[in-house]
């Protein structure tokens, strides 16, 4: 039965219904819900495939914003006005945005490590 968790776990993963994901595992529908239901472990193998896609999107992602930067920024040095002005405007707003979300990155780790380093105190 474990051997079929992984192609369920991809297909649900990569956002494939239950129905997508017992044909792939060659199983039936039912035991794909009751993996779901009462298996925390395929959950998890769930969480830990989709988690896996994602940082692989943001690589291919990271590496075409460069490329995408680089040339807004030809553009925005470029000639035509308007062109420039759309571009130059996209380029602020993007850093901007990426500057902001640094930010917010930043406090949520101060905060998980301020709250590990916290010990609750009980009232006995």
Same mark, same amino acid.
């Given at each position: ?5 992984? #192609? ?11 129905? &997508?994901? #017992?044909?792939? !595992? ?7 819900? +009751? ?8 959950? &998890? +193998? ?15 992602? !990271? ?9 807004? !920024?030809? $553009?925005?040095?470029?000639? !035509? ?7 130059? +405007?996209?380029?602020?707003? #993007?850093?901007? @945005?990426? @500057?902001?979300?640094?930010? $917010? ?7 998980? $490590?301020?709250? @590990? $380093? ?7």
């Amino acid at each position: 039965m474990k051997d079929s968790w992984p #192609a369920a776990a991809r297909c649900l993963a990569a956002g494939g219904s239950q129905t &997508d994901a #017992a044909r792939a !595992a060659k199983v039936d529908p039912r035991t794909v819900r +009751r993996w779901l239901d009462n298996e925390a472990q395929f959950a &998890d +193998r769930v969480d830990d495939a989709r988690t896996e896609m994602l940082t692989q999107a943001a690589g291919i992602l !990271a590496k075409a914003a460069g490329v995408a930067a680089d040339r807004l !920024a030809e $553009i925005a040095e470029d000639g !035509a006005d308007r062109h420039a002005l759309v571009a130059s +405007r996209t380029i602020l707003e #993007a850093a901007s @945005r990426y @500057r902001s979300d640094l930010q $917010i990155e930043q406090r949520l780790r101060q905060l998980e $490590i301020a709250s @590990r $380093i916290r010990t609750p105190v009980w009232d006995e």
